[in-house]
């Protein structure tokens, strides 16, 4: 029962590095985002894919890049980190079928960007 | 304008008491609406999805109001477990982003 397996779980980067967090679904899901989460600002999505080969901004996608070459993977890219990066990290996964019925997350990962 | 809204809170609200809130959604071509529960420091999670007549799940009530363009939960005697924040979405159709509103928070308090 892995659900949404997201890695690291901590992370702590100098500014300007760069770092990939990944996320993988056994689920067999189309759909997969990126959100990150900080105080007062509830969850903002990053990028999303609907399915193999289909990325797409979401609210906050400066900074970041994502790719979709398998159903199963959705790695997030920070190409130089900066402090207003540091953020909590949330991977989802939801079915294609109908109208989307559930969002399913991984633990997240605590990014500190020093 | 974000495409759902939400009351931040804190609501403060002793055990027993019935507490609601509501979130309200700009597109009104939103046809699917779900609310989630996030405990504090972990991954949210599905709470209950909204119907159009209105939806019971024990002492949880979601209903949607079409016409003034929010959703409500309702939730009757409240438990010191039901200490979190509660997230609202709203979709189009089956490609649409998922967009959380920033989420209510509950404090139970005994």
């Known amino acids: 029962n892995a659900g949404v397996t997201q890695t690291p779980k901590f992370q702590v980067l100098k500014t300007g590095q760069s770092m990939t967090l990944q996320c993988a679904q056994d689920?067999?899901?189309?759909?997969m985002s990126w959100y990150r989460q900080d105080p007062g600002m509830g969850l903002r999505l990053i990028h999303y894919s609907v399915g193999a080969g289909i990325t797409d901004q979401g609210e906050v996608p400066n900074g970041y890049n994502v790719s979709r070459s398998t159903t199963e993977d959705f790695p997030l890219r920070l190409l130089s980190a900066a402090p207003s990066q540091t953020s909590v990290y949330f991977c989802a996964s939801s079915t294609g079928d109908g109208l989307r019925t559930e969002a399913f997350f991984g633990q997240g990962t605590r990014l500190t960007v020093v | 304008r974000k495409e759902v809204e939400q009351d931040p809170g804190p609501f403060n609200v002793p055990e027993g008491a019935t507490v609601a809130f509501n979130c309200t959604y700009s597109n009104s071509a939103s046809q699917s609406f779900f609310w989630y529960r996030q405990d504090c420091r972990k991954e949210p999670k599905l709470l209950m999805s909204v119907y159009s007549s209105g939806n019971e799940d024990g002492r949880f009530t979601a209903q949607l109001n079409r016409a003034s363009q929010y959703i409500s939960l309702l939730i009757r005697d409240s438990k010191l477990s039901d200490s979190a924040t509660y997230l609202c979405?709203?979709?189009?159709?089956?490609?649409?982003?998922?967009?959380f509103g920033k989420g209510t928070r509950l404090h139970i308090l005994p």
């Open positions: 979405v709203a979709l189009m159709n089956r490609d649409d982003k998922i967009i």
């Open positions: 689920m067999n899901h189309e759909y």
